[in-house]
């Protein structure tokens, strides 16, 4: 019982430093242009609009609508923006803080 316990940590912890290996900065060259939609109206009281989100997929940045979603109390939605550096352009995801 002792050795699937170890064995199943190992493979929870190799996942994990895969997965957490796998995130980092991608660069292009070119900014990609945010795609224009109308957000349309809240579907609730108080709803929130998070705006849409690039993420890396395939080799290029793809992008993901935003939504509505529920306040955070004591948070604030800070949106995702572009980074313009030496190697490129790069994204950083919106969060709440």
Not at 18 to 47: H, I, N
Not at 53 to 61: K, Q
Request: one cysteine or more; proline letters at 4%.
């Amino acid at each position: 019982m002792k050795t699937i316990s170890k064995l199943g940590l190992l493979v929870v912890l190799t996942v994990s430093l895969f997965l957490s290996s796998c995130a980092g900065s991608y660069y292009v060259s070119d900014q990609p242009a945010e795609p224009v939609y109308e957000q349309g109206t809240a579907p609730f009281d108080g709803a929130i609009w998070i705006g849409g989100e690039w993420g890396w997929s395939g080799g290029h940045y793809v992008y993901t609508r935003g939504h509505w979603d529920h306040p955070r109390e004591g948070h604030t939605y800070v949106r995702g923006s572009w980074e313009h550096g030496n190697r490129g352009y790069r994204w950083h995801r919106g969060h709440w803080q």
